[in-house]
């Protein structure tokens, strides 16, 4: 079993920024892509952004230049740094861990972020 917890998000006006964490606790094992997605009210999940244990990322198109996802593996810890802010933005965002080796994959409770125009 993997945990995780995120925090930081809240309300910015656009343009603003705002920087997203997720800390990972439990069983956690070499090989694994840790990510963003979001979803916003009346729409599915998508993808927002990943990163594997050995640091290849992975965006979704529009966050391409304006959002960057890193990880502290020593700390079990994934950042979103998330810059230029859009109204289309807004969104509960949530992490996500899931294990090459058989599939298994964790959720994070999400934390809300809205964007004001």
């Known amino acids: 079993q993997v945990q995780l917890v995120e925090s930081g998000g809240g309300l910015v006006q656009t343009g603003g920024s705002l920087r997203l964490s997720c800390a990972a606790s439990?069983?956690?094992?070499?090989?694994?892509?840790m990510g963003w997605y979001r979803q916003a009210p009346g729409k599915q999940r998508e993808l927002v952004a990943t990163?594997?244990?050995?640091?290849?990322?992975n965006y979704a198109d529009s966050v391409k230049g304006r959002f960057t996802i890193s990880r502290e593996n020593a700390k079990n810890t994934v950042l979103l740094q998330m810059n230029s802010l859009k109204p289309e933005d807004t969104a509960v965002y949530y992490c996500?861990?899931?294990?090459?080796?058989?599939?298994?994959?964790?959720w994070g409770q999400g934390t809300q972020v809205t964007v004001s125009s």
């Open positions: 996500n861990y899931k294990q090459l080796t058989n599939l298994y994959k964790s």
């Open positions: 439990g069983r956690i094992r070499s090989g694994n892509v």
């Open positions: 990163i594997t244990s050995g640091g290849s990322t």
